[in-house]
Every structure is written in structure tokens, then in C-alpha cells.
């Protein structure tokens, strides 16, 4: 069953289609009308205006904290009873480092605040960090798909596996829109979008 969208869409195989369609071209707008520039790195309302520009055309949920507990896996993102609280938190931390940033990155993965749709959101939101903080952004086709996966599933554990990948996936070309765009082509890419959705209803 595909997700309630806006569209009219019942197959999930078609509203992917359609959702990877719209939200690249939302991405690509978010990059070329100076929107980015003018949201504060780190803070989850940042966070909440990317995903509600990427996603408003496709889901009324765009921009809104999930209503849902969500699972991937054997690993449940964070409660709802406790998740106001956790993003909270994670707006107070800092990110003046590269440590401090995907430290951040990582606990904002486990709040997993939005029905669908956090981690295209989030690697859009963590570059943005990136670039504010230490002039550089991640290059997402120096990423290995499956080693990334792995590690941010480790992560909340130990995050010396998504430092290590991350780390060495920096460019200091933080304004090419080539650049960018590979960023979010690689998020369909990351996500195995076509073959498990983000969460599942516990």
C-alpha cells in the first residue's frame, strides 16, 4: 500500500516514481533560489523547511513531525512520547567541529522526525552544517552505498564507521551544483528507495 499522498496514488512503485521526480526538482530549486542560504545550519526547523519544500507538492505530512512510531528493521527511531524532547536536545548541540557535526547528524537519524522522506532531508541539512562550519560538503558518490547503510545503522553505537566515510568524502567545492545534485541523486540511491520504504508502523 502506498503511503496517502496528495497525488491520488495507490501503487507505492508509482508515488516513488512521482516522489523522486518532484522532490529532485524541489532539491534543484532549493539550491538555485537561494533558500538554502537563508536557513539556520544545525536547527531542526531548517530541517523542517527542507523536507516541507522537497515534499509539499506530494504529502500533506511535509514539514511535520510524524504522528507514527517508525521502524527499520530491528531498530526503532525514536518514540513518539520522547521525540519532541530528543530534537530539542539535538537543536542544543554543537557543530563547530567535523566530530560535532555528524555526531549531530547521527542523533537527528535516530529521532527520525518525519513520516517519510529524513534522510533525502537530512543530507541536504547536514551539508548545510558542513558548509556554515567548516566550508566543505560531502561529495555522496565518494560514498559507498552499502558501507554507509551499515554504518549508520552502527552509528548509534559507534560513529567512528559514518566519521570515517564522511571524512573522506569532503570536497571543498561547496558551491557546485554538480556537486549538490549528486547529493541528491545519491539519496534514492542510499535510501534503496524502490525496495524498503523508510519505516514501518510498529
Known amino acids: 500500500m502506498a503511503l496517502e499522498n496528495k ?24 539550491f538555485e533560489n537561494g533558500v538554502l542560504d ?8 531548517s530541517l523542517q523547511a527542507i523536507h516541507k519544500y522537497l515534499f ?25 512520547m520522547y521525540l519532541e524532547a530528543a530534537l530539542e536536545n539535538i537543536d542544543k548541540m554543537p557543530q563547530s567541529t567535523f566530530d560535532e557535526i555528524v555526531e549531530k547528524y547521527v542523533e537527528m537519524n535516530i529521532a527520525h522526525p518525519f513520516r517519510e522522506g529524513n534522510g533525502r532531508s537530512m543530507r541536504i541539512w547536514l551539508d548545510l552544517m558542513f558548509k556554515a562550519e567548516l566550508r566543505k560538503v560531502v ?17 548509534p ?26 547529493g541528491i541523486d545519491h539519496s534514492y540511491y542510499y535510501e534503496g528507495y524502490t525496495t524498503f520504504k523508510t519505516g514501518e508502523l510498529l
Open 139 to 155: 561529495d555522496w558518490s565518494r560514498v559507498d552505498k552499502e558501507d554507509y547503510l551499515l554504518a549508520m545503522e552502527r552509528s
Open 157 to 182: 553505537i559507534k560513529d567512528i564507521e559514518i566519521k570515517y566515510l564522511l571524512k573522506n568524502a569532503l570536497t571543498d567545492d561547496i558551491n557546485s551544483r554538480e556537486v549538490y545534485m549528486k
Open 38 to 45: 537563508k536557513l539556520e545550519p544545525g536547527k531542526f526547523s
Open 56 to 80: 509539499d507538492e506530494i504529502y500533506d505530512f511535509a514539514g511535520k513531525i510524524r504522528t507514527v512510531n517508525l521502524a527499520k528493521g530491528n531498530f526503532r527511531f525514536a518514540p513518539l
Open 7 to 30: 497525488l491520488g496514488l495507490t501503487s507505492s512503485a508509482d508515488l516513488a516514481r512521482e516522489e523522486e521526480r518532484i522532490s529532485k526538482k524541489k532539491a534543484a530549486e532549493l
